[in-house]
Every structure is written in C-alpha cells, then in structure tokens.
C-alpha cells in the first residue's frame, strides 16, 4: 500500500461546500467550536490523500475493508441511538451479532459494486439513514422503527409536517464522521477482474452469516417497547427480527374452502344455542344494552394463585366481597410483567398470542386499519366507543391504533388531573371519576362502551414516595416490592369499591367488566418463599400460574351469579356480550362454541376441559386439536389473508347511510 498527499484545486472547492454544511450543522445544533475546524481539517487531509493498493492482494485489502467498516457502522449506529449508559447494556454476543448483520449487508453490496471502497460508502450511508429514520421515529413517538412500520409509512410521511425534525449534538457528530468515513473510503480503490466468482463467493458469505444469525436469534424475540431493541438485541438486528416476525406461516390445511364451510357453519346462527344455554344472553331481567365499562387494570393479580403467603390485611376485601349479579373467577393472559398491549388486544379481537410469534406486540407489528373487534361490533349496533387511558397517548402506539379500532373518542393522560397521583401514576380513583363523569354527560339514549386502561399500580416497586404509604405488608419477611404492590392493590380495591357503589344506584342497566392484564414482576427472590421453587424448574400448571389473572363482570341487574371460572383474556369480550344480552356476531359465537372444548388458553398452552389440565399445543389431539386448528385458521384469515378476509367473519364499522 502506498500513501502520499497530493493537491488540486477542486479539493478547495469541496472544502468550502463541506464548510458550507458542516457551518449549518454547527449553527443548528451548536456543538463545541472546536469540532467545526478540527472536522475540515481532517477532510481536507482526508481528499488529499492518494492511496495506492496493490492487485495482488485485492481479497485481503476488500476484507479488511469490509470487516473493518461492519464493526464501525454497527457502533457508531449505536452511539447514534443511545447515550453511553445503554449503550453499555448491550451484550459483547449480541453486539457481534449486529456487526454479522452489518457484515452482510455489506457483502451484498459489493457483489452489485465490485468495488470495496464504494460498497463501503454504500452500505454505511444506508445503514445509517435506517438508523436515521429510527432517531426521528422514536423522538415522534417514543417507540422504535421496525420493519412493520413500513406498511403505514404513508400516514407518517402524510403528518411528518406536524413535527419539528431536531437533531442534539451526538447525531452531529455522527453526521461528521461518516462525511469523513465515506471520504476516506472512496480513496480505496479495489476491484476484481473476474466479477462473478467474486459475485458468487460474497452472496455465499452473506447467506452463511444470515443463517449463523438466525440459528443464534432462533429464540430471540423482536423488541418494540421505547429503547429496548437497541440496548437489548442492537438496532439493526432488532430491526432484522422484526422482518422475521413479520411473516406469520399459513396454517397447515388453511383455505378459502376451509374458512368458506365455517362460514357456511355460522352465518346461519345455528350455534345461536349457545347464547340460549347461558341464561343470561337476554340480561337477565330483560335488560339489553346496557352501558358496558371495561377496566383492564394494570398488574392486578392475586398471588394467591402461585402460593401461599401471609399479609397482615386482605389487600382486596371489596374485590373478594363482591357475589351478586357477578361472575368472577380467574383469566389467563399471555404476558407476564409488561407487554399490556397483548392482553388488551386479545380482550377486544378475540384474538390469541399463541398463533404469533413469541414476544410480539400486535398494536406495533401486526394490527391492520380495520381490525373488527368488540369495538367495531358495538359501533355497528349504535354504540359510542371511547377510550380512557392516564398516560401517554404514544405509548405502544395506541394513538394510531385507537382510530383504527373506531373509536369515536380518545383520553390520554393530558386529559386527566395530573396532580391526581399515586407515586408517580394516575390514580384508579381519577380513571373512574373520568369515568362516571363520562357517564353522566352521555346523550339521552346515547349506548356507550368504555374500555379503560388504568396505570396506578405499574411496576417497578422498589422506591419510596413521599404520597404513597405502605399499608398491606407480609410479617416476617423483608420483600419492599412485595409489600408495596400488596398495598398499591389495596388502594386500588378502594377506588373500585367506590366505582361499583356509583353504578348500584343508577337506574340504567350497566355492566361493568374487570380484569388484570397480568401478574406484576417481582423480585425473584420472592418467589421461592410464595412457591416452593422460584421461576424455574416449573411445571407446565405452575407456570401457567404466573399468567393467571382475577376477572369478574358485574351487572347492577340481576343476573346469574357465577364463580370460580376459568377462562382467558381472549374469551372475556364474548363473555362480556353474553352477560350484556348482545347477539353475539359469527366470530364471537365460533369462540362460545369453542370455549366449552376449550375453556381458556394463552400463548404457552391451553387447557383441555376433555382432560381437566393444561397441555401444550404441539401435544392436541382429538377434539381439541379440531377446534385449536380453526381458530388458528379463522385469525390467520383476520389477520394476513388481505385478499380472502372472511366479511362473514371480520366485518369493519358500517358505513353510514
């Protein structure tokens, strides 16, 4: 290799345009002085070079080249993307991971250039304008840009005007120091003659080390939640898992002709006899359509179910009090410990998590612009949907995602009192005073469906707050987290003793539907002392504990009284319309039908009523596996058959006449 400096008048010339850009950089972000020369000294330096590489050796210095540019973009994609405190969280495994993703995308560049300097260039100027458009997308909405955000690519753009692009120092240095990257590298000059063996080899090298990625990634899942794909699994393999995830396989035996005969099956109203059989398909008292207000609380669980502990008070005695016009007993959610979304989106779809892939979240990978669910349902009988939730309106994208489902209106934290806390979250008791206060303005014979999402209890539980008191603790044992969750439960178990004493002494039928969307996660050391074993080692029903979740629905009619059910978060909404008298449509109906085969399930396993135990679903057989297999079929419809969707099945919002 032989270097030397040389000048041309042109350098000049291009010394002032970067001057010109670096200037209207410096200005709009106002990095340190000193940066501004030292960048156009070093560019200058940089066009002045004149390096000669020898033929001979043109494999070695194209993958010194190549080697070398991977790692510096897959870092330098990285410090663009995190401050030095996460970026210290990411794995030395995983990080190499995302220097074979960045490896790859270069290989395959260079068998279109045949030219290691420019490939280079290339693949370094694109990487980072993908990791580019995730800095913005994270500043708009406070989520990460994966591969599913594509498809909707045109509303973004369509609003982008709405927002101020704003770049901070960190993402000027990085500008800067890819204009010098790019300089330096279109200064190797490194080509081969015979084009297509090198073609052939570096496309064989990129396969290899897309296969080596997957076979490392195989459990490995797409993170979507604020900054957790940089810092867990790094940018560009997050954003290289999210295309995996956003292919979904076509069930074994799925047709048009499989989901035509279930249409055959349930557009008659043949399985009508279900919602007869349950007794309260007319309300009970032949009350029908009542106001239906749903409450997903958050982290409400009863820890009961995965053992016994001892507390000096029951942290929910109105809870466990409550017997009339009630069925109550326990859910299954999908998730543990954080992912809200899902049990929210199986509540409304009916839809499941166990036919997708494991650690997706719909409302950020999979959901649709028209997704049929109990909203749209209720909408086409004449119902106002709204949607109440005290925090922030990006959060798991459900700004986007609440248009979508038809709701008519939307209350996100601004519109709450936020001086109405407990620790540092809106209280239950402010999420029902919103709630009533809805109520009370409702327009004369204005139906109305509320579905609430409360935010009080959110982990983590280890702080101390000057506005929150401990008052349920376990004697004997020193578990803080534990014993603030007990007595955040019992706060919340005031405020909704408070929102059912309001509805008793309404005249108008309401129902009232209540559920936890998952068990809060704990300090593990707390879970040998409540289970005898901790969190591994478990069998497949002590597992399903941790996902088990209480439910009650609660009419102020009389209604049947029911306890000590099992059943999932994705039957609830069909229970919900059952309980309310509402004609359940085709899809509801197929998971009334498949409930009594089917009692409840989750994305790790199911519950066989034939068998009276939890089994997983590689293990179905009979009857079980019938039902299993349509359902999977009927959502794979809903979900990816664009072109076959079932109208029968999915309608959306009836338009207006």
């Not at 998590?353 to 086409?380: C, E, H």
């Not at 590689?618 to 349509?630: I, P, R």
């Amino acid at each position: 290799m032989k270097v030397s400096l040389y000048f041309e008048k042109a350098n000049l010339v291009r010394l002032a345009i970067a001057a010109v850009l670096a200037g209207a950089l410096f200005f709009r972000i106002g990095f340190p002085f000193w940066v501004l020369p030292g960048f156009l000294g070093l560019y200058f330096l940089i066009k002045s070079l004149k390096i000669g590489l020898s033929n001979r050796f043109s494999w070695l210095w194209t993958g010194l080249l190549l080697v070398s540019g991977s790692i510096f973009t897959a870092y330098h994609i990285q410090y663009l993307l995190l401050d030095a405190e996460l970026r210290a969280r990411i794995s030395s495994s995983k990080m190499t991971l995302n220097v074979l993703c960045c490896f790859a995308v270069f290989l395959v560049v260079q068998a279109f250039t045949n030219s290691a300097g420019l490939t280079c260039g290339i693949a370094h100027v694109g990487l980072m304008l993908l990791a580019g458009v995730n800095y913005f997308v994270y500043l708009f909405r406070g989520n990460e840009f994966i591969f599913s955000d594509i498809k909707s690519a045109q509303t973004g753009l369509s609003v982008a005007g709405n927002y101020e692009f704003v770049l901070d120092a960190r993402a000027g240095y990085v500008i800067l120091i890819s204009a010098l990257y790019v300089a330096l590298m279109r200064k190797f000059c490194v080509s081969f003659g015979r084009r297509i063996p090198m073609a052939m080899l570096v496309i064989s090298l990129a396969v290899f080390c897309g296969l080596y990625v997957g076979k490392e990634t195989k459990y490995v899942v797409t993170e979507t939640w604020e900054q957790k794909g940089s810092y867990r699994n790094g940018y560009v393999l997050n954003f290289l898992l999210s295309i995996r995830d956003s292919f979904v396989a076509e069930p074994e035996g799925y047709s048009a002709e499989a989901i035509a005969e279930l249409e055959q099956q349930y557009g008659n109203g043949e399985s009508q006899d279900v919602q007869e059989a349950s007794g309260v398909h007319s309300g009970g008292a032949g009350k029908s359509e009542p106001t239906i207000i749903v409450v997903m609380s958050e982290s409400y669980a009863d820890l009961g179910v995965v053992g016994d502990f001892q507390a000096n008070t029951d942290p929910t005695p109105f809870y466990d009090s409550l017997r009339e016009n009630t069925i109550k007993g326990y859910a299954i959610s999908s998730v543990f410990g954080a992912k809200t979304p899902n049990s929210e989106w199986e509540f409304l779809t009916g839809n499941s998590m166990a036919f997708l892939p494991s650690g997706s979240v719909v409302y950020q990978q999979y959901i649709s612009d028209r997704p049929t669910s109990i909203v749209s349902d209720l909408k086409n009988t004449g119902y106002t949907c709204v949607a109440m939730h005290p925090y922030y309106k990006t959060g798991w994208s459900r700004n986007s995602v609440y248009p979508d489902m038809g709701f008519d209106e939307m209350h996100f934290m601004e519109d709450f009192d936020q001086t109405k806390l407990l620790r540092e979250y809106i209280t239950d008791r402010e999420l029902y005073e919103k709630i009533i206060g809805r109520y009370e303005r409702r327009a004369n014979n204005e139906k109305l469906f509320i579905m609430s999402i409360s935010m009080q209890n959110h982990g983590g539980y280890t702080e101390k707050y000057a506005n929150f008191q401990e008052t349920v603790r376990m004697p004997g044992t020193y578990f803080p987290d534990v014993n603030q969750y007990l007595s955040l439960l019992r706060e919340s178990d005031d405020a909704l003793e408070y929102l059912i004493s309001y509805f008793e002494d309404v005249e108008e039928p309401v129902e009232i539907v209540f559920f936890g969307d998952h068990q809060p996660s704990l300090s593990s050391s707390f879970y040998p002392h409540l289970n005898g074993k901790g969190l591994s080692g478990l069998t497949l029903a002590e597992l399903q504990a941790l996902y088990t979740v209480p439910f009650f629905i609660w009419t102020n009619y009389e209604s049947e009284a029911q306890e000590g059910e099992l059943t999932s978060l994705n039957y609830l909404s069909t229970l919900a319309l059952e309980r309310a008298g509402i004609s359940l449509p085709p899809y509801n109906r197929f998971l009334a039908d498949m409930r009594e085969v089917v009692p409840a399930m989750n994305a790790r396993a199911y519950f066989s009523k034939a068998e009276g135990r939890y089994r997983h679903f590689e293990d179905a057989s009979g009857e079980d596996a019938v039902w299993l297999e349509k359902y999977k079929m009927l959502q794979y419809n809903n979900m990816f058959d664009g072109k076959g969707k079932s109208s029968l099945f999915f309608p959306y919002i009836k338009e207006l006449s």
